[in-house]
């Protein structure tokens, strides 16, 4: 009888441990109906309608300085793009894709004989440790890995992202 109670702790302390460690929260509040970024001041806002829900910091890409044009710029994308898709096992911490490049995006390299890259990712720190200094993503926006879990339960596919100058 003793054995088959401390197996029932046992169990029940692995079920709580495994819960707390897992990197997918759960998010209960209203629904993200908008995310905007502000390049210039580093900053991510999540709404509901004209709500403001959270803000976070964040860093950019390499060449943070206008809006993305060809691949390997190190720009971040400006304008309005949706939410798209979600990387649970990105070489980032979790990520949320977002939907660049939009037609004038394609058609602007191409006119230029260049690619509009790609992969432009809302996502936490990178899962290799390594030197890294201000606005050192190759053009996404990186959050810190909390607050990464945090938008990816809040933010639905599908959702709008404005990301301004």
Request: charged share 20%; glycine share 10%.
């Amino acid at each position: 009888m003793r054995l088959v109670v401390l197996r029932g702790l046992l169990l029940a302390c692995v079920l709580v441990l495994s819960a707390c460690s897992s990197k997918f929260a759960t998010y209960n509040g209203p629904e993200v109906t908008k995310v905007e970024i502000f390049k210039s001041q580093r900053l991510l806002r999540v709404f509901h309608g004209n709500r403001l829900l959270k803000s976070y910091d964040v860093e950019l890409g390499f060449g943070a300085t206008g809006h993305k044009q060809f691949e390997g710029d190190g720009r971040t994308p400006e304008g309005r793009y949706t939410i798209d898709k979600r990387n649970p096992n990105s070489s980032f911490y979790l990520s949320l894709g977002i939907s660049y490049p939009n037609a004038a995006d394609k058609a602007f390299a191409a006119s230029h004989g260049k690619s509009p890259g790609g992969d432009i990712f809302i996502h936490g720190q990178p899962n290799k440790k390594g030197k890294r200094g201000p606005d050192w993503t190759a053009g996404c926006i990186a959050v810190t890995n909390r607050e990464m879990r945090q938008l990816y339960a809040m933010v639905k596919d599908g959702t709008v992202i404005d990301i301004f100058p």
